[in-house]
């Protein structure tokens, strides 16, 4: 029998699911980084920093958005999950809660910290000799740097979370069957790109391109357990 918590959950997860899509799309619109991403040279990207302030700030805003209503997404999968696991969704709920805040680092760096150092570089400014070198560090597309290894850890508990809620998801209604499917091929996905990745079988520049094509799996069981939180509201 379904509480009025429940229902709490299924709504919130529901909305959530909703602004994921929207600030997806709205993803495709803002920019991330300067064009080039992974080949820019760096005097371009601390130029372009400065030219697009307001639109790369915007950007990750959005970004941190994404993020928020993601975790509610996936938190509410996990709340689904206790209805025939309770341990694995509890341990499926702290990987959530863990990839949160490994993600929300990054995104608040590329907010505060990037526009200010391409600020400082551009201008000679105090402190501009360290923030060069902490702008490399930050690049925000190069797989090996500080940044993105932050992105891909989150991405790593993403895809544990996948795996440890497969199984009990798949249920009678075809959306949990689709959710369960495509979670677990995203959990596996992504952890034999990893071993790959570790093996020296895949290069530095097709990192982004293969991960994030894997990632692209994981919005598959956001709109398949959106009818499923949208039934059970």
């Given at each position: 029998?379904?509480?009025?918590?429940?229902?709490?959950?299924?709504?919130?997860?529901?909305?959530?699911?909703?602004?994921?899509?929207?600030?997806?799309?709205?993803?495709?619109?803002?920019?991330?980084?300067?064009?080039?991403?992974?080949?820019?040279?760096?005097?371009?990207?601390?130029?372009?920093?400065?030219?697009?302030?307001?639109?790369?700030?915007?950007?990750?805003?959005?970004?941190?958005?994404?993020?928020?209503?993601?975790?509610?997404?996936?938190?509410?999968?996990?709340?689904?999950?206790?209805?025939?696991?309770?341990?694995?969704?509890?341990?499926?709920?702290?990987?959530?809660?863990?990839?949160?805040?490994?993600?929300?680092?990054?995104?608040?760096?590329?907010?505060?910290?990037?526009?200010?150092?391409?600020?400082?570089?551009?201008?000679?400014?105090?402190?501009?000799?360290?923030?060069?070198?902490?702008?490399?560090?930050?690049?925000?597309s190069i797989p090996f740097s500080l940044y993105t290894s932050?992105?891909?850890?989150?991405?790593?508990?993403?895809?544990?979370?996948?795996?440890?809620?497969?199984?009990?998801?798949?249920?009678?209604?075809?959306?949990?069957?689709?959710?369960?499917?495509?979670?677990?091929?995203?959990?596996?996905?992504?952890?034999?790109?990893?071993?790959?990745?570790?093996?020296?079988?895949?290069?530095?520049?097709?990192?982004?391109?293969?991960?994030?094509?894997?990632?692209?799996?994981?919005?598959?069981?956001?709109?398949?357990?959106?009818?499923?939180?949208?039934?059970?509201?």
């Open positions: 029998m379904k509480t009025d918590f429940d229902k709490q959950i299924n709504r919130f997860a529901f909305w959530s699911a909703i602004v994921v899509l929207v600030t997806g799309i709205v993803s495709f619109l803002l920019p991330l980084d300067a064009p080039g991403g992974y080949m820019t040279l760096h005097a371009d990207r601390v130029a372009w920093l400065n030219d697009h302030r307001d639109l790369f700030i915007l950007g990750w805003l959005n970004q941190v958005v994404a993020l928020l209503s993601l975790t509610g997404v996936l938190f509410g999968i996990a709340w689904h999950v206790a209805n025939k696991n309770q341990l694995r969704a509890a341990i499926a709920a702290m990987f959530v809660l863990a990839s949160a805040t490994v993600f929300i680092i990054p995104k608040f760096i590329a907010i505060w910290t990037i526009p200010q150092l391409a600020q400082a570089i551009s201008t000679g400014a105090a402190g501009a000799d360290l923030a060069d070198p902490l702008l490399r560090i930050l690049n925000v932050f992105d891909y850890l989150g991405f790593w508990l993403y895809a544990v979370f996948g795996l440890l809620v497969a199984g009990p998801l798949f249920g009678e209604s075809l959306s949990s069957k689709v959710a369960a499917i495509s979670a677990g091929v995203f959990g596996a996905v992504f952890h034999c790109l990893l071993v790959a990745l570790l093996m020296g079988e895949l290069a530095s520049a097709d990192v982004e391109t293969m991960f994030l094509g894997g990632f692209a799996l994981l919005l598959v069981p956001v709109i398949a357990m959106m009818f499923r939180f949208k039934q059970e509201m």
